[in-house]
């Protein structure tokens, strides 16, 4: 087996990636994210919608986590912070949040200076950052140290068929090797509770899930009504699905068969290793961001109907469920689980799949990575006021 | 390279069909062989391995999924008309 390399954190983490962050507090200074981006591109550059105008105590919290979580990630070598000012989380309120981050920090506010000079001054530390981060060497890494998130989304008929058995291999041969796997998505548990609680380490995780689970069927009850149904819709059964068990169920194999360690709230660290489930919802946009807030330093993400998706600081890998979109859509996809059935194994294309990974580990950038196809978004509970 | 329905799991006691198969093919697939495809099955859609009797469990991903409503030949496309939920009764 080839060996991994990675970038050693002061908090012992490791990193699979050295960026430079340039993170919005706010969606105003969205603008001033834009043109550090244009001025440094090797910058990992992300602005979003967020960081105000929402002041419900659980949205707080998830804003607060998100935020600092992608300080924190252990594939983050350096940050700068571009804040507004009288945001709800401007960089005094983040600041105790992160100021044990333990990595190089420089905080810039717009209404300090204008919009022009922060971006100026923006790209100068961003640059100077950049030169910094180079000079740390990657170290030796072991796959204890690795946490693995298994996504899925634009899924089509064989997504559970093919790519998330696929990274269900994978997932298994990793928490054998000693690392830790996390899928969240609660929505698409829906039906398979009973299924997931049995292979719960303990009756306090069993419980968990069962409420998580139970919760993510009541609000879909909530907000769609009589449409609740359709969580398992006409097309899913055009697909051959009958059940939303059978539905589920091809969803969570992607987290393979090894007993559940812990349930982690969206976007918190696990504090187990193994299989962690993540209660988190089922749009992927949303579920990515709480993943790697939770610390997880690379991703596979299945598709079968094709979407480009990625995250800004997470190498995501693409696992096309049919050849005919892996072909359609062959500058996004990384690994073509459509080959299962025409002939390959699950055991060669799992052995394909952590060769992959191996290599994405040691800097091998994935398509997503390369087209640049950040997306970045998170949960919120209740609608901007 | 023939194979045309696949087996997720080896407790399964149905498999997924590859592509549409018509009645009379030869269903082919890791540890599945020596039966005929029984009716048309459209594909992705489920396969009976074995046959089945009235009430009984389902099983993909390893796991009960449904329970059926009547006898399932063995070849014999499974799906909403001869299953049902197993906790939400039609």
Not at chain 1, 127 to 147: G, N
Not at chain 1, 230 to 258: Q, R, Y
Not at chain 2, 67 to 73: A, D, F, G, N, Y
Request: with cysteine; proline share 5%; glycine share 12%.
């Amino acid at each position: 087996m080839t060996e991994m390399t990675g970038y050693l954190r002061p908090d012992g983490k490791v990193g699979v990636r050295n960026h430079v962050l340039v993170l919005a507090t706010v969606s105003c200074v969205n603008g001033v994210i834009q043109r550090i981006s244009r001025e440094v591109p090797e910058a990992v550059c992300v602005p979003h919608a967020f960081g105000c105008g929402r002041g419900g105590p659980r949205d707080l919290q998830i804003l607060f986590r998100i935020l600092s979580g992608m300080v924190y990630h252990p594939n983050v070598g350096a940050v700068v912070l571009i804040g507004l000012g009288c945001e709800v989380s401007n960089t005094k309120n983040l600041s105790p949040l992160i100021k044990d981050c333990g990595k190089p920090l420089e905080i810039l506010n717009v209404q300090e200076c204008g919009s022009l000079k922060t971006a100026q001054k923006g790209a100068e530390a961003a640059h100077r950052l950049l030169t910094a981060v180079k000079t740390q060497p990657r170290v030796p890494i072991s796959w204890d140290q690795l946490l693995v998130a298994m996504e899925c989304g634009g899924s089509d008929a064989m997504s559970g068929v093919t790519a998330n058995p696929a990274m269900g291999a994978v997932s298994d041969w990793i928490v054998e090797k000693g690392g830790t796997v996390i899928f969240g998505e609660n929505t698409e548990m829906i039906g398979t509770d009973h299924v997931l609680a049995r292979r719960a380490k303990d009756e306090q995780v069993a419980e968990r899930i069962v409420q998580m689970v139970n919760r993510a069927d009541k609000l879909a009850h909530d907000i769609m009504g009589n449409m609740a149904g359709l969580v398992i819709s006409p097309g899913n059964m055009d697909g051959g699905m009958s059940t939303i068990a059978e539905k589920s169920m091809g969803c969570i194999f992607k987290g393979g068969s090894t007993t559940i360690n812990q349930v982690v709230d969206y976007g918190d660290p696990p504090t187990e290793r193994g299989l962690i489930l993540q209660d988190g919802p089922g749009y992927d946009g949303d579920s990515m961001a709480g993943l790697a807030a939770s610390g997880a330093q690379v991703m596979f993400f299945s598709t079968g109907r094709g979407t480009p998706a990625g995250f800004p600081i997470l190498p995501v890998i693409k696992v096309a469920s049919n050849s005919r979109i892996y072909e359609t859509m062959k500058d996004d996809m990384d690994v073509n689980a459509g080959t299962l059935g025409e002939g390959k194994s699950r055991e060669e294309i799992r052995e394909e799949m952590i060769d992959l990974l191996t290599r994405v580990v040691n800097g091998q950038k994935t398509k997503a990575e390369v087209n640049g196809m950040d997306v970045f978004t998170f949960m919120t509970v209740h609608p901007p006021f | 390279m023939n194979d045309n329905v696949l087996m997720i799991h080896s407790r399964d006691n149905v498999a997924v069909a590859l592509r549409n198969l018509a009645p009379g093919e030869e269903a082919k697939g890791k540890g599945v062989a020596g039966f005929k495809v029984f009716n048309e099955i459209p594909a992705s859609h489920k396969i009976a391995l074995r046959d089945l009797g009235p009430g009984e469990e389902i099983v993909k991903y390893g796991e009960v999924v449904a329970v059926t409503t009547r006898e399932i030949k063995r070849g014999e496309w499974v799906h909403t008309h001869n299953l049902e939920s197993k906790r939400w009764k039609k």
